[in-house]
């Protein structure tokens, strides 16, 4: 029920290196989430934006994560020097207006 | 922090029976969100409930904000119905969003 696309689907990175994550929200959404879900199956919020900007954001994400929402763009979630316990499926959902979210597939992300 | 927590952990059903699965959380929320994950690790959204009741085809949920509470009963329940199911509450404070740890639902033949 979902039109939220993420790419890509996995990405294996070495310790250190950089991992990008894209994601196209469904039109017309102007709010974006990112989530973190760990072999555990443990979610934890990362980000959030309205249209391009920052509503909310956890202190990792501040640190080592970067994101983005540009306007006619993918938004994005940057990993800058990947940890193992990075390690995660990374969610991505769009929502009208922070009430019903829509989430895409997710990239798994596997950091050697 | 919001704790939620959502019992059972797990559930066993067979074809055609039906449950209800709970999440509880310790502060007033704005809302609670429900979704399945299937085995492929896609979340299906379900409901989104600011008050009261909705239902659609064999689910129905719950909201209680006063009580602290939400529900999701699943009826009729078909062998597609398994996977986990979250509930995600949204505090009244601010846009973030947080889990509950699942329930695990295996509908069997």
């Known amino acids: 029920n979902s039109k939220v696309i993420q790419t890509p689907r996995y990405l294996v990175k070495g310790q250190g290196q950089k991992a990008k994550m894209r994601c196209i929200p469904e039109?017309?959404?102007?709010?974006v989430f990112w989530y973190q879900q760990n072999k555990n199956n443990e979610f934890k919020f990362l980000i959030n934006?309205?249209?391009?900007?920052?509503?909310?954001q956890i202190d990792m994400t501040e640190k080592r994560f970067s994101a983005e929402c540009p306007s006619n763009s993918p938004c994005s979630l940057e990993i800058q020097s990947s940890e193992a316990g990075d390690s995660a499926l990374y969610l991505c959902a769009s929502s009208v207006n922070q009430d019903t979210q829509y989430f895409g597939p997710g990239t798994r992300l596997l950091v050697l | 922090g919001m704790p939620v927590e959502q019992n059972p952990p797990a559930l066993s059903l067979y074809e055609g029976a039906e449950s209800g699965l709970r999440c509880n959380f310790s502060t007033t929320m704005k809302g609670v969100q429900w979704f399945q994950q299937n085995h492929r690790g896609r979340l299906i959204t379900l409901f989104y409930l600011a008050q009261g009741t909705k239902e659609n085809g064999r689910l129905k949920s719950t909201f209680n904000s006063k009580e602290r509470y939400s529900t999701l009963h699943i009826k009729d329940a078909q062998l597609e119905d398994s996977g986990t199911y979250f509930c995600a509450v949204e505090g009244t404070g601010g846009y973030k969003v947080v889990f509950g740890s699942g329930t695990r639902l295996l509908v069997s033949p």
């Open positions: 039109k017309g959404h102007p709010v």
């Open positions: 934006f309205q249209n391009q900007e920052v509503l909310q």
